[in-house]
């Protein structure tokens, strides 16, 4: 049987500090619910409320996945040449998207919405 090589650390393939910093930046300005760009469900900072969240997802060492429904930094024109992420994502929907090959068959394009995704926003003015 051939040995299993070893993914490259995250460093390695381009997640450094910045990275995460960018990606700690856009989790502060996140409005809770705003819709995610592949799928066009709600995302939130608590992971539990997020559609991707499993509570009972393992890692490959039998570990609980503490990552499970957390969100993605996002990178729309790839992230070569050093470039940070612009925008929040699923985790599921990040590694759905790839390489952003298949953007023009996401989800979000084919979900028609009967409401805003973040509710009724009409103001309820008194009667006269």
């Avoid at 299993?4 to 995460?20: I, K, M, Q």
């Avoid at 068959?105 to 103001?123: C, D, K, Q």
Wanted: glycine share 10%; hydrophobic share 25%.
């Amino acid at each position: 049987m051939a040995p299993t090589r070893r993914r490259a650390s995250p460093a390695a393939r381009g997640y450094d500090e910045a990275h995460r910093a960018q990606v700690r930046r856009l989790i502060s300005a996140h409005i809770d619910g705003t819709p995610c760009y592949w799928c066009g469900l709600p995302m939130f900072r608590d992971r539990t409320k997020n559609p991707d969240y499993d509570p009972n997802a393992m890692r490959r060492d039998g570990k609980p996945d503490v990552t499970s429904g957390q969100l993605h930094g996002e990178h729309p024109d790839g992230k070569d040449g050093g470039k940070l992420p612009e925008r929040l994502m699923h985790g599921l929907c990040n590694k759905q998207r790839g390489n952003g090959d298949r953007d023009d068959e996401r989800p979000a394009l084919r979900l028609v919405r009967t409401e805003h995704p973040l509710g009724n926003l009409t103001m309820g003015w008194p009667a006269a």
